[in-house]
């Protein structure tokens, strides 16, 4: 079985500041690993994946997530914030079994201030 | 390339009113899925198939049933609707269960 756990379910940081979204997971076998953002009024829309190949994954609109086994973390970065970050961030995990099903974390929501 | 529809955009329902969600899909994805989103407890899983022909029971599948006949839609039904069926809805397709999920613009759904 899989769960996941943000941390925060709310950021706030200045523009040009460093974007830090924090993700942990659990799982009993080796797992795939999402983030998916949610702008208002809208679905969500995958950042960027985790399949077990590199563990620094780089996805779009400049973020990047680095799996770390040792931590079960699978936290989501950006080195500067822009105003059209502001959104829903959530993390999801799952693993390759036909039993698995991608479970969702509960969210962050990320502002921007000027 | 539309991806994933859904209708309608939004409703307004009376208690006890049956309603059915539709979606759409036109990626040829094997499996959809049905989600809630409500405040504070992010996206919560309904009803799920795996391909064309077979459902499954998600986290919070009572007061719902869906329907798979074709690869393409999966209408979800609240068979007489209550005020807590009142959010927001999701329809997501993938290739396969452990695929990343592309998902519609939801429905938003208020159940006086």
């Known amino acids: 079985a899989q769960s996941v756990t943000q941390l925060g379910s709310h950021v706030s940081v200045s523009e040009g500041a460093l974007v830090l979204l924090r993700c942990n997971y659990s799982?009993?076998?080796?797992?795939?690993l999402f983030w998916y953002v949610q702008y208002p009024n809208q679905g969500l829309q995958l950042l960027l994946k985790?399949?077990?190949?590199?563990?620094l994954v780089k996805g779009i609109n400049g973020f990047e997530a680095e799996f770390k086994k040792s931590e079960t973390s699978f936290h989501l970065t950006k080195p500067s914030a822009h105003m059209s970050d502001a959104a829903e961030y959530f993390c999801?995990?799952?693993?390759?079994?036909?039993?698995?099903?991608?479970?969702f974390g509960s969210g962050t929501r990320l502002s921007i201030r000027p | 390339i539309a991806g994933i529809t859904q209708a309608p955009t939004s409703q307004i329902l009376a208690a006890g009113r049956r309603m059915t969600l539709r979606c759409t899909q036109d990626?040829?994805?094997?499996?959809m899925y049905w989600y809630r989103q409500d405040l504070g407890l992010g996206l919560r899983l309904i009803h799920y198939?795996?391909?064309?022909?077979?459902?499954g029971k998600g986290e919070v599948p009572d007061g719902y049933s869906v329907s798979r006949a074709n690869t393409d839609d999966f209408p979800l039904t609240l068979a007489s609707a209550v005020p807590s069926q009142t959010s927001v809805y999701f329809c997501?397709?993938?290739?396969?269960?452990?695929?990343?999920?592309?998902f519609g613009p939801g429905t938003r759904l208020t159940v006086l």
């Open positions: 997501a397709s993938s290739a396969g269960d452990w695929d990343e999920q592309f």
């Open positions: 985790y399949t077990s190949a590199a563990t």
């Open positions: 799982s009993s076998v080796p797992p795939y």
């Open positions: 990626m040829r994805h094997n499996a």
């Open positions: 198939s795996n391909t064309a022909g077979t459902t």
């Open positions: 999801a995990v799952t693993a390759y079994s036909s039993a698995s099903k991608i479970i």
